[in-house]
């Protein structure tokens, strides 16, 4: 019996080996030379690729059959083969940007020029010939799209649609259809959880509201990200780069990424890949001395005195602490008028600590990216089922209301998805762990605190000044400078950069978390997702039509460090539903497309985010495309914005604003003028007996009570935006040359801002009320007057109604016989209602954008080069750290590359900001410097 199996397995295997053929070609580019990469596919379903010298080899069962060669950024070319001995050369040949197919816009593919709403996209060609450091950088080359500097790991997109800043909540970043949303902040931190350099097939980019098709946040554009699939690309490839940055406050440092990517096709029904990235270098250093208003306020133009009574620098942390000489004199008992009029407008703030003093010379910026997947193609259908994993490592610095230095944070996800030609279902678990997470202003307050706290220090310090000013002294001294002597005289033995002492109570204070006195964040936030689409293009003759819908649930873990989670995590959801229908008119050249999309989350009313565009192809060729778009999006509240109670420093606390939040958040406070007078305050008296921030401020220039406003504040709601959309895609010939345009107009509409509103709850008394209540020792005026304050900063919406418009223009094309030239200008500009004076737009984009590309792929055999020059105007920045202008700025950035067929590689030499000029990309972070690198890439 036991022979018979095995004489029938081997006659059966026999038959399984003969039935297939092996076929072989080449596959060349334009000028001849071997063609790595493409995507080689018969029309029996078997698939390989090129390597890098252009060989493929694939079996068929039978012939004549046909073999499909393809790459995105290419035409796609079919051979008809009728026996193994056809000789198949096959040249791929560039194909017309606006001819290349994406998927983003409508979630089907058609081609670029088709699109219904404006696209930006990158694939392997661009990456290979971008002079950026890596592909991510590249996209800042793009028309209207811009890559803001977190620091030296993370990046944020910014379009000219505005409102971006490090906190990219309004953008949404995907892989292969699943978020990189960290979940502590609702953002995505650039491409250190995206994709390996080696392994992706292309990038595309909404940079408008993408809210009908991909849901809550998709507010203010979306980029997808695609990998490449082990059926389709197999082999091994590794990358390396290295160079050297400059800056001038830190000098020069080199930098070090590697990247490998593992890809096997087992067989027709199985394929598995892996990709490790790791790369490491040194933050850019945030050294802004100059002297601000505080914590969200202005730059004080001037040379700073660092030694300053009033001092509060943009990177020192610890002199937000400060107190009026009034508030002091009347601690110390001091009653005279006259006297307490000469200390008017004097602020004795504390010495602070510069964050290169915090950060004790660990400057590292580094992370670690691994995924995996395995793929299966069980059936004979299209079905595909990938079960695939992400880690990533990170030694970073994030810039938020405060700056936040991580080592050791963690990100992972778990994903299944199950898809074919016309559907997809996928499901992932995103979770974060903060690691050691510290607050620099945090860790600067806490150390003069561990020192001094600010009872002693200001007693010690009126101790002091009224010795030094007094009439009975014979060397008495004028104001300003006893109280500059006095307080000189308190910090004698202040702890000092650089000593042990000041080394171990950094280190301990960076250990300790916020709710025991330390600058420690903790969190392990987390959230499932699940969407569905199907597509009805092969049940359905009439249209296009399509359904789907997402879940997702988050977890807030942050053990009541960050939320207001004390008592166990915080669970809450939301889903969406959405259907689009798509229809061709006119002989094709008519496209109207609809799509509806409805929204509900647990703590808001239901959302519905229409969308309808309608596209006409006009010319012989049909090469002149017409577009209008209307859509709407919306964002739901963040994380954050629903269930933060955090308290930054002693004076502050961020505060959701989400019912069930406000009486979650409590914090215990001790009167500066009644030292034994304690109470616990609530987020609930924030919103009920609480003092606007501007009425405060009128209030400390004029102390007439009448100045004084009780603060009306309402729960946090989703925000709006209308946005309508007017473009043109197409070819022309000027001067026998093709030129492409792109040129697209906007105009949006948004309401429901979401913002955050500062109010001040006294410790004692009722607003705006001289009665004073029992038990409390004086009256809410009293309260401001004494400074016995705790400020609130409200997430809340604003009454203000925002327009922003513009437009944005672009074109590419060859000259000089093969040689790429590409220019683009973006416009962008808003104006407010000004119903809300207390609002800050932060719309924070440049009003004009110049970019400038020039390159030639093969210059001569095997070489090419490439330049790309950015040029954008000043423009105001405004956000939770500082407001402050961005300056002018032009940036060059250039590579040569040289491939060496024989080694199946391609090296690089390149350096960006070529200038050599440090620039802010964003107030309060790491100037910009220079960078020179060298990479090399092998591809097998």
């Known amino acids: ?473 014979p060397n008495a ?11 000189s005289r308190v910090e004698a033995n202040r702890l000092q950069p650089g000593t042990d002492a000041f080394r171990a109570a950094v280190t301990d204070i960076t250990n300790t978390p916020v709710s025991e006195g330390g600058a420690k964040l903790v969190d392990n936030s987390g959230f499932l997702n699940v969407d569905a689409n199907y597509n009805f293009a092969d049940k359905v003759d009439f249209a296009n039509i399509q359904v789907g819908g997402s879940y997702r649930k988050y977890f807030l873990d942050s053990g009541g460090e960050i939320y207001t989670d004390d008592n166990g995590e915080i669970a809450y959801r939301q889903f969406g539903i959405y259907t689009q229908l798509q229809k061709k008119l006119l002989d094709d050249r008519l496209k109207l497309t609809g799509t509806v999309r409805y929204d509900k989350s647990d703590n808001f009313d239901g959302n519905f985010s229409p969308r309808f565009s309608v596209s006409y192809a006009a010319g012989e060729k049909r090469d002149h495309n017409f577009r209008f778009a209307f859509q709407t999006g919306f964002r739901n509240p963040t994380t954050q914005d629903q269930y933060i109670g955090l308290q930054l420093g002693a004076d502050r606390v961020f505060l959701g604003s989400v019912e069930e939040n406000l009486g979650r958040e409590v914090t215990e406070v001790t009167s500066r003028a009644f030292t034994n007078f304690t109470t616990t305050l609530s987020g609930e008296d924030a919103f009920s007996n609480s003092y606007t921030a501007s009425s405060i401020e009128r209030f400390a220039q004029t102390g007439n009570d009448s100045d004084l406003e009780k603060a009306e504040l309402n729960f946090v709601t989703p925000e709006i935006v209308r946005s309508f959309e007017l473009g043109y895609r197409g070819a022309v010939n000027l001067a026998d040359n093709l030129f492409e345009f792109d040129i697209v107009g906007f105009y949006n509409l948004h309401t429901d801002f979401i913002t955050t509103r500062d109010v001040f709850v006294p410790f004692y008394g009722t607003v705006n009320s001289t009665d004073v209540p029992a038990g409390a020792p004086a009256n809410g005026i009293d309260a401001i007057r004494n400074q016995d304050i705790l400020r609130y900063v409200i997430r809340t919406n604003t009454d203000s109604e925002i327009d922003t418009y513009g437009f944005s223009a672009g074109f590419n094309t060859k000259v000089f016989n093969g040689f790429d030239l590409g220019a683009s200008y973006a416009f962008a500009d808003f104006k407010s209602d000004g119903k809300d004076p207390e609002f800050k737009e932060s719309f924070n984009t440049p009003k004009h954008k110049v970019k400038v590309q020039f390159g030639h792929s093969r210059l001569f055999k095997n070489f090419g080069f490439n330049i790309n020059a950015r040029w954008q105007d000043a423009f105001l920045y405004e956000s939770f750290f500082i407001d402050a202008i961005v300056e002018e700025r032009t940036v060059l950035d250039a590579q040569i590359n040289y491939g060496i067929p024989a080694l199946k590689s391609i090296f690089k030499v390149g350096g960006t900001n070529l200038g050599g000029k440090d620039y802010v990309s964003v107030p309060g972070t790491g100037t910009i410097g220079s960078q020179y690198y060298i990479s090399w890439v092998i591809n097998n």
């Open 1 to 473: 019996m036991v022979k018979k199996l095995l004489m029938l397995l081997f006659i059966s295997s026999s038959y399984f080996l003969f039935a297939q053929t092996e076929v072989k070609g080449l596959v060349f580019d334009e000028y001849l030379e071997p063609f790595p990469g493409a995507t080689v596919k018969t029309s029996e379903g078997k698939t390989t690729s090129s390597n890098f010298d252009g060989e493929f080899v694939i079996k068929v069962k039978k012939f004549p059959v046909t073999i499909t060669v393809s790459l995105v950024g290419y035409q796609t070319e079919n051979i008809q083969v009728t026996s193994a001995d056809d000789d198949l050369n096959v040249i791929l040949k560039e194909t017309l940007g606006l001819d290349q197919v994406v998927v983003s816009a409508s979630r089907t593919p058609e081609r670029v020029i088709e699109s219904p709403v404006t696209i930006e996209r990158i694939g392997a060609n661009e990456i290979k010939n971008t002079p950026s450091v890596n592909f991510y950088e590249s996209l800042g080359n793009l028309k209207g799209i811009d890559v803001l500097a977190d620091s030296y790991n993370v990046k944020t997109i910014n379009s000219n649609r505005g409102f971006a800043n490090t906190l990219n909540v309004r953008f949404i970043q995907l892989v292969d259809g699943a978020e990189t949303t960290v979940p502590i902040l609702d953002y995505s931190f650039g491409n250190t959880f995206g994709l390996n350099e080696l392994d992706v097939k292309n990038v595309e980019i909404l940079p408008g509201a993408a809210s009908a098709l991909y849901g809550a946040n998709a507010f203010n554009g979306i980029l997808l990200m695609t990998s490449k699939n082990p059926f389709d690309d197999a082999g091994v490839s590794t990358y390396f780069k290295t160079g050297v940055t400059t800056q001038e406050d830190r000098g020069q440092s080199q930098f070090y990424d590697v990247g490998i990517r593992l890809a096997h096709k087992f067989s027709d029904t199985f394929a598995a890949k892996a990709n490790f990235t790791y790369s490491a270098g040194e933050e850019w250093l945030a050294n802004d001395k100059r002297n601000s208003t505080g914590q969200g306020g202005d730059i004080i133009e001037g040379t700073p005195d660092v030694n300053g009574l009033d001092y509060d620098g943009v990177n020192v942390y610890g002199d937000e602490i400060s107190l009026p000489l009034t508030r002091i004199a009347r601690i110390a008992g001091v009653t005279d008028p006259a006297l307490l009029g000469a200390f008017e407008g004097i602020n004795i703030a504390r010495r602070g600590y510069a964050e290169s003093e915090l950060l004790l010379g660990d400057t590292d910026a580094k992370s670690l990216l691994f995924d995996a997947g395995l793929y299966f193609r069980p059936w004979k259908d299209d079905t595909e089922i990938i079960l695939s994993s992400k880690f990533n490592l990170l030694d970073n610095y994030l810039h938020a209301s405060n700056r936040y230095i991580q080592k050791g944070a963690f990100i992972k996800q778990y994903k299944l998805e199950v898809k074919g030609d016309n559907y997809f279902v996928r499901g992932y678990l995103s979770r974060n762990n903060a690691g050691q997470t510290w607050d620099s202003r945090l860790a600067g307050i806490a150390l003069n605190d561990r020192w001094l706290n600010n009872q002693n220090y200001y007693g010690q310090f009126a101790s002091e000044f009224f010795q030094l000013i007094s009439p009975l002294n």
């Open 477 to 487: 001294l004028p104001i300003e400078q006893a109280a500059l002597e006095a307080r």
